[in-house]
């Protein structure tokens, strides 16, 4: 049983660029959950998507954004980068719309670094 | 404002002891805990998780105790392990809402 997948693992970048960021859920999960990571902290929610939809969202500037695939994999995508977007990128997957089951299942993240 | 905060930000224990990793929250509303373990460059795993219905529950080597009261959370790990070292994150979500609410984390280690 295949768990959350992302790539790339590791990205760098400089400032004003953007980057994509990929998801797969584990197998029989449909709904997709983005955090960011800075070093030392614990991650920060920034967007939920379910049913190609963004149903919920972090505090975080429209920099960020992204979107979900009939077959229920994610992107995320950051414009015009800033040295602060510097961070370990997670996905996470659950199974059903929020409220209905909480557990999160994280993937191994992305590095991304801005220069 | 929301905020799942640790006590201690490191422990230190000797292999073969007990750990205990504690955590207050401060969302009365919060319904639902999970606690994750976070090993150098990975992503956090899944350990255990509690609903606010319930004070105590028990997995393998793992114990999460919530007391609403106090509004505290805890983790104990039985005999622990060098395998158990990394940063211990807890968790909340409140009105069913699906994003979760992070503290900073309790980095564990383990002496052999």
């Given at each position: 049983?295949?768990?959350?997948?992302?790539?790339?693992?590791?990205?760098?970048?400089?400032?004003?660029?953007q980057v994509?960021?990929?998801?797969?859920p584990?197998?029989?999960?449909?709904?997709v959950?983005?955090?960011?990571?800075?070093?030392?902290?614990?991650?920060?929610?920034?967007?939920?998507?379910?049913?190609?939809?963004?149903?919920?969202?972090?505090?975080?500037?429209d920099?960020?954004?992204?979107?979900?695939?009939?077959?229920?994999?994610?992107?995320?995508?950051?414009?015009?980068?800033?040295?602060?977007?510097?961070?370990?990128?997670?996905?996470?997957?659950?199974?059903?719309?929020?409220?209905?089951?909480?557990?999160?299942?994280?993937?191994?993240?992305?590095?991304?670094?801005?220069? | 404002?929301?905020?799942?905060?640790?006590?201690l930000?490191?422990?230190?224990?000797?292999?073969?002891?007990?750990?205990?990793?504690?955590?207050?929250y401060?969302?009365?509303?919060?319904?639902y805990?999970?606690?994750?373990?976070?090993?150098?460059?990975?992503?956090?795993?899944?350990i255990?998780?509690?609903?606010?219905?319930?004070?105590?529950?028990?997995?393998?080597?793992?114990?999460?105790l919530?007391?609403?009261?106090?509004?505290?959370?805890?983790?104990?790990?039985?005999?622990?392990?060098?395998?158990?070292?990394?940063?211990?994150?807890?968790?909340?979500?409140?009105?069913?809402?699906?994003?979760?609410?992070?503290?900073?984390?309790?980095?564990?280690?383990?002496?052999?």
């Amino acid at each position: 049983d295949a768990g959350v997948t992302q790539s790339p693992t590791h990205l760098i970048k400089t400032r004003g660029q953007q980057v994509t960021l990929r998801c797969s859920p584990k197998s029989g999960h449909d709904t997709v959950s983005w955090y960011q990571q800075a070093l030392g902290q614990g991650p920060q929610f920034i967007f939920q998507y379910y049913e190609e939809e963004e149903r919920q969202r972090g505090n975080f500037p429209d920099r960020f954004s992204g979107h979900q695939f009939p077959n229920y994999s994610s992107e995320l995508n950051v414009n015009a980068l800033l040295l602060g977007d510097s961070a370990l990128y997670l996905c996470a997957s659950s199974y059903g719309l929020a409220g209905r089951t909480d557990t999160q299942y994280f993937g191994p993240g992305t590095r991304l670094t801005v220069l | 404002g929301e905020s799942v905060g640790l006590h201690l930000p490191t422990l230190s224990v000797q292999e073969g002891d007990n750990s205990i990793i504690n955590c207050a929250y401060s969302n009365s509303a919060s319904d639902y805990f999970i606690w994750y373990k976070q090993e150098s460059g990975k992503g956090p795993q899944f350990i255990i998780d509690i609903r606010s219905n319930m004070d105590k529950r028990q997995g393998q080597r793992v114990t999460v105790l919530l007391n609403k009261t106090v509004k505290h959370l805890s983790l104990q790990i039985a005999a622990t392990q060098p395998g158990d070292s990394a940063v211990y994150f807890c968790a909340e979500i409140y009105n069913q809402g699906g994003k979760l609410i992070f503290g900073q984390g309790t980095e564990l280690s383990v002496k052999p």
